[in-house]
């Protein structure tokens, strides 16, 4: 399950580092705790929209950058979530054949089941 919290923190916790700030550095220009801070960069916590913007303000980072960043890594999370809950393939069967195209020429191949069929029919 993607959680929106926690893509929102790791966006934070990058334009902070970005800065080269400390946590400490940010609480104290957002008015928010050092450890409610860290909550929120870490995605433990929900930021509501004040504390947001606050952070954001803190940051001198426009809330829409934010968000857009949330937004994009979002979309790759879903992409990458549906490309790992689609049905995977059944497993197939290789058979080893030998087929003799020319005599003394041996070819060996590996095949699904299916395909060995049509190969030998070839």
């Known amino acids: 399950m993607i959680l929106l919290r926690r893509l929102l923190g790791d966006v934070l916790r990058r334009q902070r580092q970005r800065q080269g700030r400390t946590l400490r550095e940010v609480s104290a220009s957002a008015r928010v705790s050092l450890g409610y801070l860290s909550e929120v960069e870490r995605g433990q916590k929900e ?32 992409l990458a979530q549906s490309a790992t809950s ?4 059944a497993p197939v069967r290789l058979e080893t054949i030998t087929h003799v195209p020319v005599p003394g020429k041996r070819v060996t191949i590996k095949a699904p089941q299916a395909e060995v069929a049509e190969v030998v029919a070839a």
């Open 47 to 78: 930021a509501s929209s004040e504390l947001l913007s606050a952070i954001c303000d803190a940051l001198d980072v426009r809330m829409s950058e934010v968000m857009r960043e949330v937004s994009d890594e979002l979309s790759l999370a879903e």
């Open 86 to 89: 689609e049905t995977a393939p």
